[in-house]
């Protein structure tokens, strides 16, 4: 399960939510360039891929450097949340909350059905994606068995009432059909109500995906690093530079991924697609978190939840997408390859090695002071 899990990630989870928000960013920089139309398929991808390279580059170069931007992208994050919520508070001091009332937010355009419902949960459980990152670079947290549930515990409701009052901020001021058709929601929100400071929709926006980007990238590129460390993947992708102690095959391979994948999807497309594995692989995850605490209580458990948020948790992804196929695989560890295969992943170790100046990573608090 876990061989599966892990390639999954690596091949598809983690660089379709990488081309989503990259597509994202994209968009919300060439709106104002093309206010009356869709952007050109080629200048979003183009554009796309250039913010990629830049933040991989980022990401080789420095770990300091890498979480400095992602501090940085997160306040300003924040702030343009927070300029969306008050102006959509003002607004509804004001009496404008007709597209609030549940008459008009929860109306259908079409016949409700079970494939429609399971869509909208997909859709938005993806904006809730993130939760987990910080268990994927563990080693790399001060303190990890402090400070990680505290983080959580911390991050996740603060998200939940951020996103909540932006959405609501959102419908004080548009229709449910205003934010369907829309190319940039928070664009034409300010558009709307802020007059000659719109301008500062699309930057915001664009400034919170860019952070977006450079923490999926941190966090991919660890989950590939340490699938390679226990062998699950090729060995250079365990290997990290020799001074700079970045992971840098493995940011390449997420990074390269990411690209392929920009070419051949549309943004809800891959939205629905990337959902799907995503909670499909939680399911079977959390379904074990509860198997063990039944099977072997009494196994230690540095850090340790009640029992009941997992239950509740896999309660209500039971509501989630009925599956109209069951995909079959298995993982098999091949052991005894040809002797050519051997020398072909040999031949490009070494040159990956010689490439990119990087040689085996131990485990362990070995890291530089920049982590």
Known sequence: MGFLLLWSAVVIMYPTTLAVIALTFSSYVLQPVFPNCVPPYMATRMLSATCLLLLTWVNCWSVRMATRIQDIFTVGKLAALGLIIVVGLVQIFHGHYETLTPQVAFSFEKPLSVGQMALAFLQASFAFSGWNFLNYVTEEVVEPRRNLPRAIYISIPLVTFVYTLTNI?????????????????????????????????????????????????????????????????????????????????????????????????????LINYVSFINYLSYGVTIAGLVYYRWKKPYLYRPIQVSVLVPIIYLLFLGTAPRFQSVLRASGVHWKEKPKCILDFVEKATHLGQRLVFCGVSLPGPHRDSST
């Open 169 to 269: 901020a959102y419908f004080s001021s548009m229709t449910p059909e205003e934010l369907l058709s829309s190319n940039a929601v928070a664009v034409t929100f300010g558009e709307k109500l802020l007059g000659m400071f719109s301008v500062l929709m699309p930057i915001s926006v664009a400034l919170s995906t860019f952070g977006g980007i450079n923490g999926y990238l941190f966090t991919s590129s660890r989950l590939c690093f340490s699938g390679a460390r226990e062998g699950h993947l090729p060995s250079l992708l365990a290997m990290i530079h020799y001074k700079k102690c970045t992971p840098i095959p493995a940011l390449l391979v997420c990074c390269s991924a990411t690209i392929v994948i920009l070419c051949i999807g549309e943004t809800h497309n």
